[in-house]
């Protein structure tokens, strides 16, 4: 894939199909599996150092964009956007659908507090969760919950997109997406 970039502010990019000799670029909108999709996933909190969080999105037409605040030593915001090919939608869809997450229900999860809190949202084709938890530090934390199982697939899924995430920061922009 061939990446271009254009404003400076923002940094968007442009990801089109690989060309073959004589043929023209191909754009195109992508629909992963012909459905539509939405992913949108917040963590964060307000502490000492003020309201510091992670989000990141991706829509059907490819766009991802990602935001990193943190206040840490005097950090700015980071903000990247980015589109995307349909491969990688596609990955991100099998990502969700081997996680299973879209068979859990949040209702029995604990509430977000003042340590922070998360909120995953996704929408697949016809299918549409929207979870809110608090912030998860690590898998031994999941089990004093009401339902450690649902909590168990909502974190390992959030590792696995925080991480394919970050990849593709660090492949389309060759930095470090933590500052």
């Known amino acids: 894939f061939s990446v271009e970039e254009g404003e400076k502010e923002g940094r968007r990019a442009t990801v089109s199909a690989p060309q073959r000799k004589g043929e023209e670029e191909e754009q195109f909108t992508i629909m992963p599996l012909g459905q539509e999709f939405y992913l949108r996933y917040f963590v964060g909190h307000k502490g000492r150092f003020g309201h510091e969080f992670i989000e990141f999105e991706f829509t059907s037409d490819g766009r991802m964009r990602y935001a990193n605040n943190s206040q840490y030593k005097k950090e700015k915001m980071i903000r990247k ?24 229900d949040d209702s029995l999860w604990p509430e977000p507090d003042k340590v922070g809190k998360q909120e995953l949202e996704i929408v697949l084709g016809d299918q549409h969760i929207s979870f809110r938890t608090l912030k998860i530090g690590s898998v031994s934390q999941l089990q004093d919950t009401k339902d450690p199982d649902g909590l168990r ?9 925080r991480s394919f995430v970050i990849c593709l920061i660090s492949l389309h922009f060759k930095l470090n997406p933590f500052g």
């Open 81 to 104: 956007e980015v589109f995307v090919g349909k491969e990688v939608l596609q990955e991100l869809c099998r990502i969700i659908e081997d996680s299973e997450i879209l068979k859990e």
């Open 153 to 161: 697939v909502f974190h390992y899924l959030i590792q696995d997109l």
